[in-house]
């Protein structure tokens, strides 16, 4: 089950794929069922309610005609892991812990959804603002001190995410958050696909294109620390709850082609470690973050405003 935010004239409500094309909007089928999707998971049982209200509905309504949005709305909490890939880790040549993850948060207000812009900062604030192609775990059923056997049954699905990361704010201290947080820097969607639908998580590739260049391109099991020894270790400090989301991280860059002059041209990097294949995210880019068994996140980069003081 495919499972999506979306507005139209009549404000945000949620839907169900049906097809590529279509879907059928929830509140048509399920007048009851709450109108969040976090809402939902917090019920007993609240995405087989889903499921069961749209079995054998054909949708009629499509989704070009429609806005997706971030069907998480204001969750709880979206946590991030930091150097997760092995092959990021090479690229950067940082250390980092080999029995604990590194994480951080990310706000709401820094994702937007599938098909709407992401902000890319003004020159005068910062230039290195890199893609990160991730698989994002959305928690469906809340625990604490989960084991790492049963950490998978608290997954109420999976999603693609693309963690735009402003470089120069993440090393201003020791403390990188602002620069993973910086507003309508990330994006994830297009839907969530419940777990049942997706699978062992080991078992897919994660892709990100720049426009149409492949610059990532990674089997989830390159991962340092899987999707249930993140949930494991972070349930060891606090109770996890529905709608809670985990960006598990990034790959490395691939080497770029012979032809690849944007790739090649180092000079073009701003961030602290200049990598063959890298590019940075431009006002005018199409960014693409590609999962098999979900399907594709896509957005266009727009430039932010001027630095220049608002309310």
């Given at each position: 089950?495919?499972?999506?935010?979306?507005?139209?004239?009549?404000?945000?409500?949620?839907?169900?794929?049906?097809?590529?094309?279509?879907?059928?909007?929830?509140?048509?089928?399920?007048?009851?069922?709450?109108?969040?999707?976090?809402?939902?998971?917090?019920?007993?049982?609240?995405?087989?309610?889903?499921?069961?209200?749209?079995?054998?509905?054909?949708?009629?309504?499509?989704?070009?005609?429609?806005?997706l949005k971030p069907f998480l709305?204001?969750a709880n909490a979206?946590?991030?892991?930091?150097?997760?890939?092995?092959?990021?880790?090479?690229?950067?040549?940082?250390?980092?812990?080999?029995?604990?993850?590194?994480?951080?948060?990310?706000?709401?207000?820094?994702?937007?959804?599938?098909?709407?812009?992401?902000?890319?900062?003004?020159?005068?604030?910062?230039?290195?603002?890199?893609?990160?192609?991730?698989?994002?775990?959305?928690?469906?059923?809340?625990?604490?001190?989960?084991?790492?056997?049963?950490?998978?049954?608290?997954?109420?699905?999976?999603?693609?995410?693309?963690?735009?990361?402003?470089?120069?704010?993440?090393?201003?201290?020791?403390?990188?958050?602002?620069?993973?947080?910086?507003?309508?820097?990330?994006?994830?969607?297009?839907?969530?696909?419940?777990?049942?639908?997706?699978?062992?998580?080991?078992?897919?590739?994660?892709?990100?294109?720049?426009?149409?260049?492949?610059?990532?391109?990674?089997?989830?099991?390159?991962?340092?620390?899987?999707?249930?020894?993140?949930?494991?270790?972070?349930?060891?400090?606090?109770?996890?709850?529905?709608?809670?989301?985990?960006?598990?991280?990034?790959?490395?860059?691939?080497?770029?082609?012979?032809?690849?002059?944007?790739?090649?041209?180092?000079?073009?990097?701003?961030?602290?470690?200049?990598?063959?294949?890298?590019?940075?995210?431009?006002?005018?880019?199409?960014?693409?973050?590609?999962?098999?068994?979900?399907?594709?996140?896509?957005?266009?980069?727009?430039?932010?405003?001027?630095?220049?003081?608002?309310?």
């Amino acid at each position: 089950m495919k499972i999506i935010a979306f507005a139209d004239g009549a404000g945000e409500a949620l839907g169900v794929m049906t097809g590529p094309e279509h879907f059928v909007a929830l509140a048509d089928v399920a007048p009851k069922l709450p109108t969040s999707l976090v809402a939902i998971l917090e019920m007993p049982d609240g995405l087989l309610h889903v499921a069961a209200a749209v079995e054998g509905q054909v949708g009629k309504r499509e989704l070009a005609s429609v806005t997706l949005k971030p069907f998480l709305g204001r969750a709880n909490a979206l946590w991030a892991l930091a150097l997760n890939f092995k092959t990021h880790i090479e690229e950067t040549g940082l250390t980092t812990s080999r029995e604990h993850p590194h994480l951080f948060l990310r706000t709401a207000a820094s994702y937007v959804g599938a098909g709407e812009p992401i902000l890319a900062p003004h020159d005068d604030v910062a230039r290195a603002f890199d893609y990160e192609g991730e698989l994002a775990v959305v928690i469906g059923k809340g625990g604490r001190h989960i084991p790492y056997d049963r950490a998978l049954e608290h997954v109420a699905g999976y999603s693609c995410l693309n963690e735009g990361s402003v470089r120069e704010y993440q090393h201003h201290n020791r403390q990188f958050g602002l620069g993973k947080n910086f507003e309508a820097s990330g994006s994830y969607g297009p839907w969530l696909v419940t777990a049942d639908e997706f699978g062992d998580p080991s078992t897919h590739r994660v892709k990100t294109r720049v426009n149409g260049v492949t610059r990532q391109d990674a089997p989830l099991d390159d991962m340092l620390f899987d999707v249930a020894a993140t949930i494991s270790y972070l349930s060891q400090a606090y109770t996890l709850r529905p709608g809670d989301m985990i960006a598990m991280g990034t790959p490395g860059a691939l080497p770029p082609a012979e032809d690849d002059v944007e790739g090649r041209d180092l000079s073009r990097q701003f961030g602290t470690f200049k990598t063959p294949g890298l590019v940075h995210m431009r006002p005018g880019d199409l960014v693409e973050v590609e999962i098999d068994g979900i399907g594709i996140l896509s957005n266009p980069v727009s430039g932010d405003e001027p630095a220049l003081y608002r309310r």
